[in-house]
Structures are given as structure tokens and as C-alpha cells.
């Protein structure tokens, strides 16, 4: 594995980005600067993360997001 996050990754398993061997290592992401810990999915490239909104879930039982657009920097946190 490499140090460096890929450059987008989901937390959904139905998502094609998800990969759960990079999770396990536990990633962070700021977002414009502040650490996020509600990221559902982020695009390094693209510039945008979608981060999950309180409680309330669709019709399918997923999480409500909201997606945002702004500088990403994801990271492996330490141990």
C-alpha cells in the first residue's frame, strides 16, 4: 500500500470506490481546512465531498447527504 489515499473513496459497499483495505487504515479528510468526520464519499481531483446530514435517511435506508465543493485533503490518520 502506498501512503498517499487514493483519490475518491466511498464509505457506501454498493459504491464502486469503496475499498475496504483503505479504510481499515483509517482515512481523514479536511475539507476548505477543517477536519470532517461525517465524509460519506470525497473526489480529490474533483474537489468535492459529500458528507452525511444528521439522521434522516432516504426511502432506501442510506443516509441523507449533501455535496460540497471545496479544496479536499485527505490523509491516514496515526496510531
Same mark, same amino acid.
Given at each position: 500500500m502506498t501512503d498517499? @489515499? @487514493?483519490d475518491r473513496l466511498s464509505t457506501n459497499p454498493k459504491s464502486p470506490y469503496f475499498d475496504a483495505a483503505v479504510l481499515e487504515r483509517n482515512v481523514g479528510v479536511r475539507f476548505k481546512g477543517v477536519e470532517k468526520t461525517n465524509v460519506e464519499e470525497y473526489c480529490v481531483s474533483e474537489g468535492w465531498v459529500r458528507l452525511s446530514v444528521g439522521t434522516a435517511k432516504d426511502r432506501a435506508g442510506n443516509p441523507m447527504t449533501i455535496k460540497?465543493?471545496?479544496p479536499v485533503e485527505p490523509y491516514f490518520r496515526e496510531e
Amino acid at each position: 500500500m502506498t501512503d498517499t @489515499p @487514493p483519490d475518491r473513496l466511498s464509505t457506501n459497499p454498493k459504491s464502486p470506490y469503496f475499498d475496504a483495505a483503505v479504510l481499515e487504515r483509517n482515512v481523514g479528510v479536511r475539507f476548505k481546512g477543517v477536519e470532517k468526520t461525517n465524509v460519506e464519499e470525497y473526489c480529490v481531483s474533483e474537489g468535492w465531498v459529500r458528507l452525511s446530514v444528521g439522521t434522516a435517511k432516504d426511502r432506501a435506508g442510506n443516509p441523507m447527504t449533501i455535496k460540497l465543493q471545496g479544496p479536499v485533503e485527505p490523509y491516514f490518520r496515526e496510531e
